[in-house]
């Protein structure tokens, strides 16, 4: 069983992620961290606790990341994510539950140093906290057993023609990820958008009990945003389901296609800022030191998805 913390940004795939964490018997969550992307951190670390309060699971801290990326202004995803960061429902409120104290980078360092397992640490958001965790403890690099994050691309971006959001919003804070020495997987948008969700899954959501009902919805609200390629013919495009990728993973790594590869981040500004140089043809000559996902079996994400909302389901 791994054990993880979720370091997130939520976000309507941020909380599918959450729900395949809470239902998988391969994973033991031990912490939320928030990050500031999908909208500011406020809100992000609300509709974590809130999405908690949902599952019954407020036994699980939460703790608050940074409010910015390393170096440069935050951007956020309010175009894709609404005004809460989560629109489309109403969530529990949380205001019964306690804060924590302690902030995300000492959660995590203490959580980390004190384990006697390593830890997994599943990003989904921005990887600021990731990096502030690496720069002020780098000695406990040993205690992490991998770095899993959705973002990044080989090919092109959906916040630049280069560059994902995840990436583009801290670039800074990616690189020092990359660069760890940590095994670190990526799964970017050549996998996740091919992580479809289709109308149909989301009916069968709403046919079920009060958690999928809940989440039907905010899918339903995800979709608006959804990106059909200019290539589309006709055919349903799903919704992307871009952060359920890197937690499946830990559930179930045979869903996805790896390859371990060269990766750097551009950090200059221009056109390429935040792209993830992908050495695809391997023409740099440096070792490669990402493992990258190019695939997956879209079917087993689903079936994956759909019975962690039924299990979900069982609270009511």
């Known amino acids: 069983m791994e054990k993880v913390i979720y370091d997130c940004d939520p976000g309507h795939d941020d909380a599918v992620a959450l729900a395949i964490a809470i239902e998988s018997k391969n994973i033991d969550l031990l912490a939320i961290t928030t990050a500031a992307g999908n909208q500011l951190q406020e809100r992000t ?19 608050k990341g940074a409010p910015k990326p390393l170096l440069r202004d935050l951007i956020i995803a309010d175009y894709v994510h609404g005004k809460t960061g989560i629109d489309g429902t109403t969530l529990p409120s949380n205001e019964d539950i306690p804060k924590t104290t302690d902030s995300a980078n000492d959660a995590m360092f203490n959580i980390i140093s004190n384990s006697k397992e390593k830890i997994t640490i599943v990003a989904t958001g921005p990887l600021t906290n990731v990096a502030i965790l690496l720069l002020s403890h780098p000695e406990i690099k040993s205690n992490i057993k991998q770095i899993v994050f959705m973002g990044g691309a080989a090919f092109g971006g959906n916040y630049t023609p280069n560059a994902e959001f995840n990436i583009y919003v801290d670039p800074e804070a990616a690189e020092i990820v990359m660069q760890s020495g940590i095994p670190v997987y990526m799964f970017g948008l050549d996998t996740t958008m091919k992580a479809q969700f289709y109308t149909k899954d989301i009916e069968d959501l709403d046919k079920a009990g009060y958690v999928s009902k809940k989440f039907a919805d905010l899918l339903n609200f995800f979709k608006k945003s959804n990106t059909v390629p200019i290539f589309n013919e006709g055919e349903e495009e799903g919704i992307h389901m871009h952060d359920p990728c890197a937690m499946a993973f830990l559930d179930n790594p045979d869903i996805f296609k790896m390859y371990k590869l060269y990766v750097s981040i551009d950090r200059d500004a221009g056109q390429s800022l935040g792209m993830t140089v992908v050495d695809y043809n391997q023409t740099t000559g440096k070792e490669p030191n990402v493992h990258v996902s190019f695939g997956l079996k879209n079917e087993l994400l689903i079936d994956l998805i759909k019975k962690s909302m039924f299990e979900l389901d069982k609270e009511y």
């Open 45 to 63: 670390f609300n509709n974590a606790r809130s999405l908690l309060k949902l599952f019954k699971r407020t036994d699980i801290p939460v703790y």
